[in-house]
């Protein structure tokens, strides 16, 4: 069962451009999260989707967005980058709706120049 | 609002010792906590999880402890090997949706 794939890897981004990242989560997982690492805050939740719909969402400007698709892949995307968006960007999945593990795809490095 | 604290940012440890990574939460509305680990560029692989209705779950080498009147829960790893070597988050979360609430990781080290 292939796991949760994050696309691109690394990405080299200038301000003020924007960026869209991909999940593609474990078949049959309708349920998707994202989360931003760096050094100093950690992994912090970004928002979460399930059967199309936003369940949740983190503390974030609105230049972070995101959807889910019916096949339940989901985009992140973000607009007008800061170099503070530099970090990874981690995608989740999991199988219910309900508390459990998420499992977690290698993450997608975004350096803003 | 750090909801989820690990207070250690490292630990170092002897194979076959006994590691203990803790983890202490202000949010008294979690209800399910999870532990992960994570090598660099990697993402984090879940390890093992425990309902707020228990005070113990044990997974091999793994055991979780939860005190909840001290909002506390900590990880064992006995005994330890050198691939345990990695950064250890702990989780929360609320109502059993699907956010996760992590805490800032430990970096654990075992020694040869």
């Known amino acids: 069962k292939a796991g949760v794939t994050q696309t691109p890897r690394y990405l080299i981004k200038t301000r003020g451009q924007q960026v869209t990242l991909s999940c593609s989560p474990i078949?049959?997982?309708?349920?998707v999260s994202w989360y931003q690492q760096t050094p100093g805050q950690g992994l912090q939740f970004l928002f979460e989707y399930f059967s199309e719909t936003q369940r949740n969402k983190g503390n974030f400007p609105g230049r972070f967005s995101g959807r889910q698709f019916s096949n339940s892949r989901s985009e992140m995307n973000v607009s007008t980058l800061e170099l503070g968006d530099s970090a990874l960007y981690l995608c989740a999945s999991s199988l219910r709706a309900m508390a459990g593990e998420a499992f977690f795809g290698q993450g997608t490095r975004l350096t803003v120049v | 609002d750090q909801q989820v604290k690990q207070n250690s940012p490292s630990l170092s440890v002897q194979e076959g010792r006994i590691s203990i990574l803790n983890c202490d939460y202000t949010?008294?509305?979690?209800?399910?906590f999870l532990w992960y680990k994570k090598y660099p560029a990697e993402g984090p692989t879940f390890l093992i999880s425990?309902?707020?209705?228990?005070d113990k779950n044990e997974d091999g080498r793994f055991t979780v402890f939860l005190n909840k009147s001290a909002k506390h829960l900590s990880l064992h790893i006995v005994p330890s090997q050198p691939g345990d070597s990695a950064v250890y988050f702990c989780a929360a979360q609320q109502d059993s949706y699907g956010k996760l609430t992590f805490g800032q990781g430990t970096i654990l080290t075992v020694h040869p």
């Open positions: 425990i309902s707020s209705i228990k």
């Open positions: 078949s049959g997982h309708r349920s």
């Open positions: 949010n008294s509305m979690f209800d399910y």
